[in-house]
Protein backbone atom coordinates (compact mmCIF):
# COMPACT_ATOMS: atom_id res chain seq x y z
CA UNK A 1 0.00 0.00 0.00
CA UNK A 2 1.48 3.46 -1.13
CA UNK A 3 0.11 5.91 1.50
CA UNK A 4 0.61 9.79 0.94
CA UNK A 5 1.06 12.31 3.49
CA UNK A 6 -1.92 15.16 3.25
CA UNK A 7 -0.78 18.42 3.20
CA UNK A 8 -2.94 21.95 3.27
CA UNK A 9 -1.32 24.75 1.95
CA UNK A 10 -4.35 27.04 2.00
CA UNK A 11 -5.71 27.07 4.80
CA UNK A 12 -5.39 25.27 8.62
CA UNK A 13 -7.41 22.20 8.63
CA UNK A 14 -9.98 20.94 11.52
CA UNK A 15 -8.21 18.35 13.80
CA UNK A 16 -11.39 17.68 16.12
CA UNK A 17 -14.38 19.34 17.59
CA UNK A 18 -16.75 18.96 20.65
CA UNK A 19 -19.35 21.18 22.52
CA UNK A 20 -18.76 24.76 22.83
CA UNK A 21 -15.31 24.13 20.89
CA UNK A 22 -13.12 23.49 17.52
CA UNK A 23 -9.39 22.28 17.59
CA UNK A 24 -7.26 23.55 14.60
CA UNK A 25 -3.93 23.29 14.04
CA UNK A 26 -3.78 22.04 17.65
CA UNK A 27 -5.30 25.00 19.31
CA UNK A 28 -8.86 24.91 20.97
CA UNK A 29 -11.24 27.73 19.54
CA UNK A 30 -14.53 28.34 21.80
CA UNK A 31 -17.31 29.35 19.96
CA UNK A 32 -19.00 29.44 16.27
CA UNK A 33 -16.23 30.08 13.60
CA UNK A 34 -15.49 30.57 9.85
CA UNK A 35 -12.41 29.08 8.49
CA UNK A 36 -10.89 29.97 5.38
CA UNK A 37 -7.76 31.32 3.64
CA UNK A 38 -7.78 34.20 5.30
CA UNK A 39 -7.36 32.24 9.05
CA UNK A 40 -9.81 31.35 11.72
CA UNK A 41 -12.59 34.16 12.69
CA UNK A 42 -15.51 34.01 15.53
CA UNK A 43 -18.78 34.30 13.66
CA UNK A 44 -21.76 35.57 15.36
CA UNK A 45 -23.73 32.98 13.54
CA UNK A 46 -26.15 33.32 11.09
CA UNK A 47 -26.80 36.95 11.60
CA UNK A 48 -23.17 37.98 10.72
CA UNK A 49 -23.08 37.58 6.97
CA UNK A 50 -20.07 40.52 7.17
CA UNK A 51 -17.61 37.58 8.28
CA UNK A 52 -18.22 34.94 5.44
CA UNK A 53 -18.77 38.06 2.39
CA UNK A 54 -15.45 39.44 3.22
CA UNK A 55 -14.17 36.56 1.63
CA UNK A 56 -15.54 36.67 -1.50
CA UNK A 57 -11.86 37.14 -3.05
CA UNK A 58 -10.68 33.91 -1.60
CA UNK A 59 -13.53 31.60 -1.99
CA UNK A 60 -15.97 30.09 -4.40
CA UNK A 61 -18.29 28.52 -1.76
CA UNK A 62 -18.92 28.10 1.75
CA UNK A 63 -19.90 24.98 3.90
CA UNK A 64 -21.97 25.65 6.61
CA UNK A 65 -22.31 23.60 9.65
CA UNK A 66 -25.51 24.06 11.28
CA UNK A 67 -24.98 22.36 14.41
CA UNK A 68 -25.96 18.24 15.72
CA UNK A 69 -28.12 18.33 12.55
CA UNK A 70 -28.88 19.59 9.78
CA UNK A 71 -30.59 23.25 9.29
CA UNK A 72 -31.73 25.52 7.20
CA UNK A 73 -30.11 28.54 6.69
CA UNK A 74 -32.30 32.13 6.63
CA UNK A 75 -33.14 33.08 3.56
CA UNK A 76 -31.69 36.69 3.70
CA UNK A 77 -28.26 34.87 4.30
CA UNK A 78 -28.42 32.13 1.18
CA UNK A 79 -29.53 35.22 -1.01
CA UNK A 80 -26.09 37.51 0.22
CA UNK A 81 -24.21 34.96 -0.31
CA UNK A 82 -25.38 33.43 -3.20
CA UNK A 83 -25.88 37.09 -4.59
CA UNK A 84 -21.93 37.58 -3.97
CA UNK A 85 -20.84 34.58 -6.02
CA UNK A 86 -20.54 32.37 -2.92
CA UNK A 87 -22.40 29.11 -3.55
CA UNK A 88 -23.69 27.58 0.26
CA UNK A 89 -23.65 24.21 0.81
CA UNK A 90 -25.76 22.92 4.22
CA UNK A 91 -24.32 19.86 6.75
CA UNK A 92 -24.16 19.29 10.55
CA UNK A 93 -21.11 20.70 11.88
CA UNK A 94 -19.42 17.28 12.17
CA UNK A 95 -20.02 16.98 8.40
CA UNK A 96 -18.74 20.37 7.88
CA UNK A 97 -15.63 19.60 9.72
CA UNK A 98 -14.28 16.64 7.75
CA UNK A 99 -15.88 17.87 4.12
CA UNK A 100 -13.68 21.05 4.96
CA UNK A 101 -10.50 19.35 5.57
CA UNK A 102 -11.08 16.81 2.15
CA UNK A 103 -11.73 19.74 -0.17
CA UNK A 104 -8.98 21.70 1.35
CA UNK A 105 -6.53 18.47 1.17
CA UNK A 106 -7.78 18.93 -2.82
CA UNK A 107 -6.90 22.31 -3.15
CA UNK A 108 -10.54 23.75 -3.67
CA UNK A 109 -11.49 27.68 -2.72
CA UNK A 110 -13.82 27.46 0.08
CA UNK A 111 -14.70 28.39 3.54
CA UNK A 112 -16.13 26.49 6.87
CA UNK A 113 -19.02 28.67 8.63
CA UNK A 114 -19.37 26.36 11.75
CA UNK A 115 -22.13 26.40 14.48
CA UNK A 116 -20.58 24.52 18.26
CA UNK A 117 -22.54 21.22 18.83
CA UNK A 118 -24.47 21.22 22.02
CA UNK A 119 -23.02 20.09 25.54
CA UNK A 120 -24.93 16.41 25.22
CA UNK A 121 -22.82 15.49 22.37
CA UNK A 122 -19.62 14.05 21.91
CA UNK A 123 -16.12 15.32 20.98
CA UNK A 124 -15.29 14.13 17.21
CA UNK A 125 -11.93 14.23 15.06
CA UNK A 126 -12.38 15.64 11.97
Known amino acids: MDLKEVSYPQATPFDGYGPGFF ?7 EG ?25 DEIDFVLFGTG ?10 RSALEGAG ?3 ELMS ?6 TYNVL ?15 EDKEPGLA
Open 104 to 118: LSEGRRLAAAVLTLP
Open 93 to 98: TGSACR
Open 86 to 88: IGV
Open 23 to 29: RLGGKVH
Open 32 to 56: NLVVGPSGIQTWAGFTDSATILNLR
Open 68 to 77: ADMAPIPAAL
